[in-house]
């Protein structure tokens, strides 16, 4: 560990404002296993993103986000914008209240498990995802490393966003959900999984790179974040009373033998409407589509 030029980002309101807790303790940690870093404290949504990326181009090679999975996003993307992006690992401290990408990359969500596990760590590449979409009429692009959504999911994290989190982000995500049960309706899609187009009604889509999203749900059970293809789950156009009934399978994944979900496999997904449908990546509202998805192969380095 002593060879690589490190930088920790904390995001010291994640879960909860617990972090900023947490943060002294796990310095402690870090200095104690005889890691050499420099930290610095985010200050605001899109603030990692930057300091990953002015990190990795400053010559960091190794880039740990303290926080939950938002921070784990924006660090990714700040490595990923970086010319210098083959040339950083992303390491990850769990302290936000969902860690659905750790889930299905078998990191601890023991911090100090966590930081032991840093002093000597094992890399493995990944692939990562990368969505281009609409955002107030303007094109944008985000990267992401567990899972993109569009419809139903994407609406009840817009929901869930104007709510406070002052019990974390699993509650208000339940109640986005909540709410989005009762606002929402299905939408007509034009969808194409590679060179293969149809029209679709559909409550959701998901291109899941990982397993789990929405703090501990098991949309994907089958995704691989090493196989270069995402886990494209389409929940059709299933009514509201079903979905209330199928909803706590998606838990422990048996919601996939419901006769409305399909799961397919694609390394790119382009989605459009003559209807507003919302998108969401790693649990971050984005704006609309039409949007296009696509995998890239083993494209960042992750500290396991």
Known sequence: MAALKTKVIVNPVAGSKTTYRKWPMINELLQSGGMPFEYQYTEGIGHAIELAREATASGYQFLVAVGGDGTVNEVANGIMLSKDASEATIGIISTGTGGDFIRTAGITKDYVKACASLHEI?????DVGVVEYVKDGQPCQRYFINSAGIGFDAQAIEASSRLPKIFGG?????LGLLQAVVSYRNRDINVCLGEMCDERKVLTMVMANGCYFGGGMCIA???????GFFDVVC???INKFDLLKTFPKIYKGTHITHPMVKIERASSVSIKSTEKVVIQADGEFLGECPASFRIIPAALSLAL
Not at 122 to 126: A, E, F, T
Not at 221 to 227: H, K, L, M, T, W
């Open 122 to 126: 094992k890399k493995r590449m990944i």
């Open 170 to 174: 699993t509650v208000p995500y339940v």
């Open 221 to 227: 059970p089958q995704a691989d974040i090493y196989d």
């Open 235 to 237: 929940v059709g156009d």
